[in-house]
């Protein structure tokens, strides 16, 4: 009896040989039974028939060049999924290597992330893997000095920073990482596998606004224009770094009806201003345009001027905000003219005395494929209070207090000046001469002083009676003092 026999070797462990040249010896036993038909065959063999058969095989290494070069494969994947990029996040790629051909003395390979990620941190690896960064996002690993057997797996985790701003600044989610085999044996070509991670991108945003003044008080036919400043901030509160635009919608008119006359942005990167783009109410690209109240309830509250007025419609910057990091803000700026007869106006046309002129702020994300999520957990709305005259002063009538305040102030400086003019406050010979004329007095009111003192001692020499007054000298000496000291006064004792 005559039988064909197929052999199929399983995975065989190269370790086991010395050299490739080494032969396989395979045993084939096969055992005889006596059948008859439609026998089945018994599981047990008849251990007497057994023949014994021995031959020297040599494997088919399969191999479509020669010599015969080294197979690898390998599986990355991350080691988390739905990741929300973040600042100082890591990213793990596990990596699994095989060897499908034939057994190589030493194995290395690059890896190499788009953007450019930081290896400075490698946490996990295999013991018999060696790794060193050679610059900003590529890596090279290589095996120790051992042989890479066939069909042998070694297994390893690569940690790395990833830089969330350079991913934002690509227009990209993900981050792709490419490992780039190459074996030592001669004439081997590189192998390169690639993965791609992707995340989610997710920020929490605030938006602050603010204006030079907050008030406008208007004369009941009041005419010209207003330089009216606005700016609003826009705050990243993370985690994951802002990439949006800053739309603002601006109440403007109808070409002679326009509010805003002009506007020049002085920071940021605006645009859509330079001829007052004006948007219809019905036009997609309007955002966020709401309605006036109707008239009753104009009657509960002032009313807003915004877009949605029968003859106002939107002019509307779009801001390039960039790619705002996390913690960190970016501000525009920018100024008005309005026209404030055509606010006026508009408040008349409402039965209104205050109304407000509003300009919101309104974040929006880049229109592209970038699978990202903005919470606007502040939304900023700027308000210009608006009021006609005959709610309080007019403007003309705070210009004439001003101009009367300043006239009546100046009257009576010249007033005072007058006074002292009049005075000799300002003639410096009429000043002279009193001080001179004081000085006089004095140095003839201390002579009179000291004349009299002398007198009076004089007096005192000569002896007086008490019965018959003054002697005769007494009185002679008196009417000679008196005669050259008119203003002397002289005791008589």
Request: aromatic share 10%.
């Amino acid at each position: 009896t005559f039988v064909n026999v197929s052999l199929t070797l399983g995975t065989i462990d190269w370790r086991f040989f010395k050299s490739l040249e080494d032969p396989v010896t395979v045993k084939l036993t096969f055992a005889l039974t006596d059948l008859s038909i439609g026998d089945e065959v018994v599981p047990m063999l008849h251990t007497d028939v057994i023949t014994t058969h021995t031959k020297t095989l040599e494997i088919n290494r399969n191999c479509s060049s020669d010599p015969c070069k080294p197979a690898y494969v390998a599986l990355l994947q991350s080691a988390e999924k739905n990741l929300t990029l973040q600042q100082n996040q890591e990213l793990s790629v596990q990596m699994a290597l095989f060897n499908t051909g034939d057994p190589v003395e030493k194995t290395e390979f690059f890896v190499e992330t788009f953007p450019r990620m930081d290896f400075s941190r490698i946490i996990e690896g295999f013991s018999d893997l060696q790794c060193n960064e050679i610059s900003m996002g590529y890596l090279h690993c290589e095996m120790r000095p051992v042989r890479f057997y066939a069909h042998q797996k070694y297994s390893f985790v690569l940690n790395f920073f990833i830089d969330p701003n350079a991913v934002v600044a690509k227009n990209s989610d993900h981050v792709k990482v490419e490992v780039l085999f190459n074996s030592t044996e001669a004439n081997t070509d590189m192998t390169k596998f690639v993965m791609i991670s992707h995340f989610n991108l997710r920020s929490n945003v605030r938006v602050v606004g603010g204006s030079d003044f907050s008030e406008l008080i208007l004369a009941s036919s009041s005419e010209g224009i207003f330089k009216y400043s606005v700016s609003f901030d826009v705050h990243n509160d993370g985690p994951s770094p802002l990439g949006a635009n800053l739309k603002i919608p601006i109440a403007s008119g109808h070409l002679k009806s326009d509010i805003v006359k002009g506007i020049a942005v002085t920071k940021g990167k605006c645009s859509g201003f330079l001829d007052l783009e004006i948007k219809s109410m019905n036009d997609p690209e309007n955002i966020k345009s709401e309605s006036l109240t109707d008239g009753e309830a104009a009657e509960e509250g002032p009313v807003e001027i915004k877009c949605g007025l029968p003859v106002i419609s939107c002019t509307y910057l779009t801001c390039n905000l960039g790619y705002v990091k996390t913690t960190e803000f970016e501000s525009v700026e920018f100024t008005m003219d309005l026209d404030a007869s055509v606010l006026s106006a508009i408040l008349k046309g409402q039965s209104a005395e205050i109304g407000f002129f509003v300009i919101p702020g309104d974040v929006q994300q880049y229109d592209n494929n970038i699978p990202a999520f903005i919470n606007v957990t502040e939304s900023a709305k700027v308000a210009l209070r608006v009021s006609v005259g005959s709610t309080g002063q007019q403007s003309t009538d705070i210009l004439w207090y001003t101009i009367g305040g300043s006239a009546g102030g100046f009257l009576i400086f010249i007033i005072i000046a007058l006074i002292l003019w009049k005075c000799g406050f300002f003639n410096r010979k009429r000043r002279g001469e009193i001080d001179r004329a004081k000085r006089q007095s004095m140095m003839k009111q201390r002579q009179s002083n000291m004349m009299s003192s002398f007198v009076n001692k004089e007096l005192n020499k000569h002896s007086s009676s008490p019965l018959n007054g003054d002697n005769k000298d007494s009185k002679l000496f008196r009417l000679s003092a008196k005669k050259d000291y008119p203003d002397l006064e002289i005791q008589d004792r």
